[in-house]
């Protein structure tokens, strides 16, 4: 079992709708699935509302940045995505708790680390009682397919700038969803193209 260092929820920083929505998910997290609940408590201590998603588990305090848009998702997908990239956080410092620091970019980025965050997001889902519709849609995310290993920031960012012109020019191309900047300690970035569900909650 995760014994929570911290009792406190995360700091959360962001707009009042986006505030009230993570308040409802780590809720969820709480009631639903205690020790999903104790891993975000201990390895993410601060969510705050930002341009793109992903989780800064080298910054002090740990931080998950979550993309505006996902805020106004379902809250059941809200939750499983702050499980998710707590236990990004998780690997890199149970790591560094037992090896010191630099802690490798493969222990905690790139597709192997993914799909271990993947498998515990769907876990956490079937405790929350999540729609069918959510778990089918992360089951077909499950293999890490949307992480590239070892790919530069620079060349994350020439990708989602084309496919933004792409969509200005209404183009039928899939378009990048979020992406996790700057993740990896040195000079490596580490990015998802993972898509969000389409659906959206009507909730405030």
């Given at each position: ?17 986006f505030q ?27 969510i705050q ?156």
């Amino acid at each position: 079992m995760v014994r929570c260092a911290e009792t406190s929820e995360p700091e959360i920083l962001g707009s009042v709708r986006f505030q009230e929505q993570i308040r409802q998910a780590l809720l969820l997290l709480k009631t639903k699935d205690a020790e999903a609940y104790a891993i975000v408590a201990r390895y993410v201590r601060r969510i705050q509302e930002g341009e793109r998603s992903g989780m800064w588990a080298y910054k002090d305090p740990p931080t998950y940045e979550n993309q505006r848009h996902h805020g106004l998702l379902l809250v059941t997908w809200c939750a499983a995505t702050i499980a998710h990239d707590s236990f990004h956080s998780k690997l890199y410092h149970d790591y560094r708790k037992a090896h010191g620091a630099p802690v490798p970019d493969e222990v905690w980025t790139g597709t192997a680390a993914e799909q271990e965050c993947m498998r515990h997001q769907l876990a956490v889902m079937q405790h929350l009682g999540t729609p069918a519709r959510e778990i089918d849609y992360a089951r077909r995310q499950a293999e890490g397919h949307y992480v590239k290993d070892k790919e530069k920031w620079e060349d994350c960012r020439k990708r989602e700038v084309v496919d933004r012109t792409r969509r200005v020019a209404g183009r039928n191309v899939r378009r990048v969803a979020w992406t996790r900047p700057a993740l990896a300690g040195h000079g490596e970035a580490w990015k998802s193209c993972r898509q969000p569900p389409r659906w959206r909650s009507v909730a405030g």
